[in-house]
Nanobody, 115 residues
Framework: QVQLVESGGGLVQPGGSLRLSCVAS????????VGWYLEAPGKQQDFVAQ???????NYAAAVKGRITISRDSAKNAVYLQMNSLKPEDAGVYYC?????????WGQGTQVIVSS
């Protein structure tokens, strides 16, 4: 069993920055992939970024150049550094872990982008 806990959300002005964290505990095994997904108000959940245990990354086109995903394997943590935030970046960000054919989700952390 794996548990994921996100943190780092909050209120930020347009153009500001936030760093989200996703910390995993439990039976973590390679290979794995950790992704971040955004559920904006009234919209379906959208892919934001993903990183694998080997460090390979991929991003949604809308966030390239503004958002960086990284990991700290020693801490079982994955981070999402978000810069130049826009109102359309607001919503609940969820962390998802894929491993051994199983999918695990965190509880989400809310980001509000407003002046």
């Amino acid at each position: 069993q794996v548990q994921l806990v996100e943190s780092g959300g909050g209120l930020v002005q347009p153009g500001g920055s936030l760093r989200l964290s996703c910390v995993a505990s439990g039976d973590i095994a390679e290979p794995y992939a950790v992704g971040w997904y955004l559920e904006a108000p009234g919209k379906q959940q959208d892919f934001v970024a993903q990183i694998t245990n080997s460090g390979a990354t991929n991003y949604a086109a809308a966030v390239k150049g503004r958002i960086t995903i990284s990991r700290d394997s020693a801490k079982n943590a994955v981070y999402l550094q978000m810069n130049s935030l826009k109102p359309e970046d607001a919503g609940v960000y969820y962390c998802r872990l894929l491993q051994k054919g199983y999918t695990y989700w965190g509880q989400g952390t809310q980001v509000i982008v407003s002046s």
